[in-house]
């Protein structure tokens, strides 16, 4: 069983920067790869990045890449998103997840409760 807890959203103006943390409660945390996730109002949950267990391997969407990079420290059961150049689409609660292995899709076993971000134009 993993527990995650975000933390660090907030709000900010287009341009600037948050970094947001996830940290991890339980066994074997170094052996999940974790994923960030954002939903806003009316939309579906859609998939932001992701990096393997060991952190060597990153994916991330088409709409942050560039923008946004996912880190993790395993010593700290942590894994972060540092978001720069936000724009008022980002705005979203972000949501971090924990599995098995990396995807794009809702597969995770496990999420947070979720991290209100808003970017204001």
């Known amino acids: 069983q993993v527990q995650l807890v975000e933390s660090g959203g907030g709000l900010v103006q287009a341009g600037g920067s948050l970094r947001l943390s996830c940290a991890a409660s339980?066994?074997?945390?170094?052996?999940?790869?974790m994923a960030w996730f954002r939903q806003a109002p009316g939309l579906e949950r859609e998939f932001v990045a992701a990096i393997t267990w060991s952190g060597r391997s990153t994916d991330y969407a088409d709409s942050v890449k560039g923008r946004f990079t996912i880190t993790r420290d395993n010593a700290k059961n942590t894994v972060y998103l540092q978001m720069n150049s936000l724009k008022p689409e980002d705005t979203a609660v972000y949501y971090c997840?924990?599995?098995?292995?990396?995807?794009?899709?809702?597969?995770?076993?496990?999420w947070g409760q979720g991290t209100q971000v808003t970017v204001s134009s």
């Open positions: 339980g066994r074997l945390f170094s052996s999940y790869a």
């Open positions: 997840a924990a599995g098995p292995y990396i995807s794009r899709s809702r597969s995770y076993n496990y």
